[in-house]
């Protein structure tokens, strides 16, 4: 990693509310499911945050996000970007959280891991660099979150990050460290 594959400011990343495929245990990634009435009051809650302004808000365009951006901050104008998709776990989707595929693989007819890495990389420092003095906020995927955790902070997936609580990625110098807003 060099200083230009940096995301240029701090930033802030948000897991979608809880869906149906979180609460069965069941592999997503590019399947559109629905958030669960719990994921809808989860995404209502982060409405009455204080948010520092001004903010860029950003959401991947599956409906999961879509919602939970639509009730996390109504009114506000939200631009979709189709790289914080979730990863396609091509053959593994729909299955069973309780045997998941090996990350570093590449599933078959989904997308690899180093090729989600390059995605995630190149679309949230394109979105950093592109919003001047506002603080970018991304509605997006536990996997987009883990991405982040490997390109710029721990350099491992960690936990899997709770649905619906803000992740700030703050930039010390050429390193990041995360936290929860």
Same mark, same amino acid.
């Given at each position: 990693?060099?200083?230009?594959?940096?995301?240029?400011?701090?930033?802030?990343?948000?897991?979608?509310?809880?869906?149906?495929?979180?609460?069965?245990?069941?592999?997503?990634?590019?399947?559109?499911?629905?958030?669960?009435?719990?994921?809808?009051?989860?995404?209502?809650?982060?409405?009455?945050?204080?948010?520092?302004?001004?903010?860029?808000?950003?959401?991947?365009?599956?409906?999961?996000?879509?919602?939970?951006?639509?009730?996390?901050?109504?009114?506000?104008?939200?631009?979709?970007?189709?790289?914080?998709?979730?990863?396609?776990?091509?053959?593994?989707?729909?299955?069973?959280?309780?045997?998941?595929? #090996?990350?570093?693989?590449?599933?078959?007819?989904?997308?690899?891991? #180093?090729?989600?890495?390059?995605?995630?990389?190149?679309?949230?420092?394109?979105?950093?660099?592109?919003?001047?003095?506002?603080?970018?906020?991304?509605?997006?995927?536990?996997?987009?979150?883990?991405?982040?955790?490997?390109?710029?902070?721990?350099?491992?997936?960690?936990?899997?990050?709770?649905?619906?609580?803000?992740?700030?990625?703050?930039?010390?110098?050429?390193?990041?460290?995360?936290?929860?807003?």
């Amino acid at each position: 990693m060099t200083l230009q594959d940096l995301p240029a400011r701090s930033f802030c990343l948000i897991r979608h509310g809880e869906t149906t495929a979180n609460a069965d245990h069941i592999i997503a990634g590019r399947t559109d499911v629905a958030l669960t009435a719990q994921g809808r009051a989860q995404a209502a809650a982060l409405a009455h945050r204080i948010w520092p302004d001004p903010i860029a808000l950003f959401s991947s365009p599956m409906s999961r996000a879509r919602d939970t951006c639509a009730l996390a901050f109504p009114g506000r104008d939200v631009t979709l970007h189709e790289g914080l998709r979730e990863r396609d776990w091509g053959i593994f989707e729909g299955r069973s959280l309780d045997a998941p595929p #090996a990350r570093d693989a590449t599933p078959e007819g989904g997308e690899g891991w #180093a090729e989600m890495l390059a995605r995630v990389s190149l679309t949230i420092t394109r979105i950093c660099a592109g919003s001047g003095a506002a603080l970018p906020v991304l509605v997006c995927h536990s996997g987009i979150i883990r991405a982040a955790r490997v390109l710029w902070t721990s350099g491992t997936v960690g936990a899997r990050p709770a649905n619906a609580v803000p992740i700030l990625f703050e930039r010390i110098g050429a390193t990041f460290k995360e936290s929860t807003l």
